[in-house]
């Protein structure tokens, strides 16, 4: 009996057979040919990082066993003991504690450039200074990074540009395509979207890069499982349907929120008052993602208040699956910062972010006006 099935079974399996000598010989001799042991690769994970590779407009992808496992891979790929690595200071907690807890005392070293900063990088750059990590949309303020000028100021000082395309997804904006040299994701959040899996993908702009973040993915056992590969699978195709959701639910929340007198102030880029507005436009075109956060007063009582009020918007400290959820960066995300950089960055205890799901966009709507009503 053939079978002929429409989807891409989970291969849940570590190892694979070979016939006899010749088969191993093949697979030795023409890569990609067949498999051999699935922490070196996997039909499920390749499916997963060629889809990724695809939608990124990619020369070759893999897939990681988290977003972290992504981040760490791409600077492995261009850096050693004794390198230098540029940060956007807005980045991702976790990122920032790689950097500070883990490469720093393997000899890799980091400097943080301020938001503003971050297209003139002379002041920042030493003899060996190899990447400059970033984030397409920053966490919690949105801030939207010009990729086509970073990669070129990068570019001009032979520094190699990272980007962390999570918030942004593949399909608002894809950073190769304006010079980034890899970009990575958290698939734990758009990609994947359920909130159901923890993996990660990283894109690379030249086939040599690929080939290196393979190997490095094999050798530090970096590599997703079948199971988890298969079910980001199954997720990313409806990513299209859901950014659409998100993005217009998001944007007729932050208008909502906009209006609201106990709501001082709303980062969402899909807003004409938006520092980054056009640019948004210009790198995103119509949809802006799920992802914004506002401002209330600066008053521990009224935050728990409006949390425990919110029916559709649960605490839950991640972000970007179908259902909705709500953070607090002081308290999650942004908690190992220095208060001064808090008070620099505006993360500060009234500061809220939602992540919007794709549920009835009245429901939602509702929902906050009601939370909020009564802060
Ligand atoms: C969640 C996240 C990560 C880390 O991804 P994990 O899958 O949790 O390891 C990295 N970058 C951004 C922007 C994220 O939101």
């Not at 897939?63 to 600077?75: H, K, N, P, R, W």
């Not at 040599?208 to 590969?229: D, K």
């Not at 001064?340 to 500060?348: A, C, D, H, N, S």
Request: aromatic residues 6%; glycine residues 8%.
């Amino acid at each position: 009996m053939e079978i002929h099935p429409k989807i891409t079974p989970i291969y849940q399996t570590s190892v694979f057979k070979f016939e006899d000598l010749d088969g191993i010989a093949q697979y030795f001799d023409e890569p990609g040919s067949r498999y051999m042991y699935s922490r070196n690769g996997n039909p499920n994970s390749d499916e997963l990082a060629e889809a990724v590779n695809r939608l990124e407009g990619g020369q070759g992808a893999i897939a990681t066993g988290s977003g972290m496992a992504a981040i760490l891979a791409a600077i492995l790929a261009y850096c050693e003991a004794g390198d230098h690595v540029l940060c956007a200071a807005d980045i991702y907690g976790g990122s920032a504690a790689l950097l500070n807890q883990e490469l720093n005392r393997l000899g890799i070293s980091v400097s943080y450039v301020p938001f503003e900063k971050l297209y003139d990088l002379k002041l920042h750059l030493q003899p060996r200074t190899r990447l400059l990590l970033a984030e397409t949309m920053s966490n919690p303020l949105l801030r939207v990074v010009d990729l086509r000028t970073l990669a070129e100021e990068c570019h001009q000082h032979n520094v190699k540009l990272v980007i962390d395309n999570t918030f942004a997804t593949p399909l608002l904006t894809r950073p190769i395509a304006y010079g980034a040299d890899i970009t990575l994701h958290s698939v734990t959040k758009y990609l994947a979207g359920h909130s159901d899996v923890t993996a990660g993908v990283v894109v690379a702009a030249e086939p040599e890069t690929a080939a290196r973040l393979r190997q490095i993915g094999m050798t530090l056992g970096l590599t997703l499982s079948p199971m988890e590969s298969w079910l980001a699978v199954r997720g990313l195709k409806t990513l299209r349907l859901r950014v659409r959701e998100h993005s217009a639910n998001a944007l007729a929340i932050a208008e909502m929120l906009d209006r609201h007198p106990v709501v001082q102030a709303v980062n969402y880029p899909g807003l004409p008052s938006h520092a980054e507005h056009q640019l948004a436009i210009a790198q995103g075109g119509t949809q802006f993602g799920g992802m914004l956060s506002f401002r209330l007063p600066d008053d521990e009582k009224q935050v728990n208040q409006f949390m425990r009020r919110t029916q559709r918007f649960p605490f839950a400290p991640s972000l970007a699956g179908v259902d909705s959820s709500l953070s607090h960066p002081l308290s999650t995300s942004h908690r190992a910062l220095t208060l001064e950089q808090q008070q620099r960055l505006g993360i500060t205890v009234g500061l809220v972010r939602l992540s919007v799901g794709i549920e009835l966009k009245e429901e939602l709507l509702i929902d906050l006006e009601q939370a909020l009503g009564q802060a």
